[in-house]
């Protein structure tokens, strides 16, 4: 069980990595390469490096879903006395967060349906800061 448990944990570690570090990539520094090149080039340079980005990251994100579904359905545990704990509040936020970045994703990926609230990519991203750091103090 635990060997299972520690080898989904890190597939969950390495998709989150590749999905979140694709968003801090996009958000710190793609998002500034117009400065620096004109609108045709920027468009070019941006599709050359899409054209990757979607056929591994939606996946990633897939992935990072599935893997901590598991997980949560592990550790959540038991709740007693009629309240949550302080680390399933926090885990039941993380993954309510989470699952909506997934749904968001699964529905562009899958269903071609652009999510309509909020369109850049600031938003996961500070959804991806906020699952992270929830990540660790739902354990202090
Ligand atoms: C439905 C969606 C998700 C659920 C149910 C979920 C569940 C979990 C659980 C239960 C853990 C604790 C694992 C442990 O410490 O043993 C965890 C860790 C973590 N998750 Fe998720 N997760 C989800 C999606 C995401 C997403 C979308 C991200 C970020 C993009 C993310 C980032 C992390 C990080 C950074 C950790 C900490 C890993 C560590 O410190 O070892 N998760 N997740």
Redesign the pocket.
């Given at each position: 069980m635990a060997i299972t448990?520690t080898f989904i944990?890190t597939i969950?570690?390495f998709s989150?990595f590749i999905?979140?570090g694709f968003l801090f990539v996009d958000v710190l520094f793609l998002s500034k390469m117009n400065q620096n090149l004109s609108e045709d080039e920027h468009k070019k340079a941006r599709e050359a490096i899409m054209v990757h980005v979607r056929k591994v990251v939606p996946y990633a994100?897939m992935v990072?879903?599935a893997?901590?579904?598991y997980?949560?359905s592990?550790?959540?545990g038991k709740i007693e006395g009629g309240s949550l704990s302080h680390f399933q509040t926090l885990?039941a936020i993380?993954?309510f967060?989470?699952?909506w970045?997934?749904l968001r994703g699964i529905n562009q990926k899958l269903f071609k349906i652009n999510p309509w609230v909020f369109k850049s990519h600031f938003f996961p991203f500070s959804l991806?800061v906020i699952?992270?750091l929830l990540?660790?103090f739902m354990?202090v």
């Amino acid at each position: 069980m635990a060997i299972t448990y520690t080898f989904i944990h890190t597939i969950h570690i390495f998709s989150v990595f590749i999905y979140g570090g694709f968003l801090f990539v996009d958000v710190l520094f793609l998002s500034k390469m117009n400065q620096n090149l004109s609108e045709d080039e920027h468009k070019k340079a941006r599709e050359a490096i899409m054209v990757h980005v979607r056929k591994v990251v939606p996946y990633a994100l897939m992935v990072a879903v599935a893997s901590g579904l598991y997980l949560i359905s592990q550790i959540f545990g038991k709740i007693e006395g009629g309240s949550l704990s302080h680390f399933q509040t926090l885990l039941a936020i993380k993954a309510f967060l989470g699952s909506w970045l997934g749904l968001r994703g699964i529905n562009q990926k899958l269903f071609k349906i652009n999510p309509w609230v909020f369109k850049s990519h600031f938003f996961p991203f500070s959804l991806v800061v906020i699952i992270i750091l929830l990540s660790q103090f739902m354990y202090v």
